[in-house]
């Protein structure tokens, strides 16, 4: 039973560039999270998707976007990029309908903006 | 911001306990205390997470005080491989975790 799977798992873009990262749930999940971590911090929630739809956001601004797919797969777009989106970016799966369901992290897209 | 304090770092020997405390003293009476850790290079493990009773798995225990104020993750015998970054994180997800609110963890030395 395959994990969460990120691809890929390192990007370099420069500034005003766009980027688009990929997410596969584990098995079963339906719902997926995606968060920001630069060096020496903690994840940062960015959005959370369920059915398709944007269900949470955090405090991230319109260049980050998101989606998706029917298969429950998704996608963070990030648009104009700027040196400070520098930082690894995680997707996070689990299952809506699990009270405090435990979330499932895959390992990562560490994007570089030069 | 994270409703969680916790120490930037500790060292412990391997074989022996290794006891991660963690203050949350705004804790509300519904929210409860989750434990993630992330090794090198991966994303954050889920070990365990309690309301206000103790609690145990094969990974660790889970210690919460009466007052439910703090709490200590407890490592029983710890290997080389438990080094890693541990995040306590308090809160009240219903039917989804997606929103977990990190702070900067505890990063943990497990030495021979």
């Known amino acids: 039973d395959a994990g969460v799977t990120q691809s890929p798992t390192h990007l370099i873009k420069t500034r005003g560039q766009q980027v688009t990262l990929r997410c596969s749930p584990k098995s079963g999940h339906d719902t997926v999270s995606w968060y920001q971590q630069a060096l020496g911090q903690g994840p940062q929630f960015i959005f959370q998707y369920y059915e398709e739809e944007e269900r949470q956001r955090g405090n991230f601004p319109d260049r980050f976007s998101g989606h998706q797919f029917p298969n429950y797969s998704s996608e963070l777009n990030v648009n104009a990029l700027l040196l400070g989106d520098s930082a690894l970016y995680l997707c996070a799966s689990s299952d809506l309908g699990q009270k405090n369901e435990k979330l499932f992290f895959g390992s990562g897209t560490q994007l570089s903006v030069l | 911001d994270a409703k969680t304090t916790q120490p930037p770092s500790m060292d412990c020997a391997e074989g022996r306990a290794a006891n991660l405390p963690c203050n949350h003293s705004t804790i509300s009476g519904n929210e409860y205390v989750y434990w993630y850790r992330q090794i090198h290079s991966q994303g954050p493990q889920y070990i365990i997470h309690?309301?206000?009773n103790n609690e145990t798995n094969e990974m660790a225990s889970l210690i919460i005080t009466e007052d439910r104020k703090s709490s200590t993750l407890i490592l029983p015998h710890a290997t080389l491989r438990d080094t890693a970054v541990y995040y306590c994180i308090v809160g009240n997800y219903g039917g989804s975790q997606g929103n977990l609110i990190f702070g900067k963890g505890t990063k943990l030395s497990v030495k021979p």
């Open positions: 309690g309301l206000k």
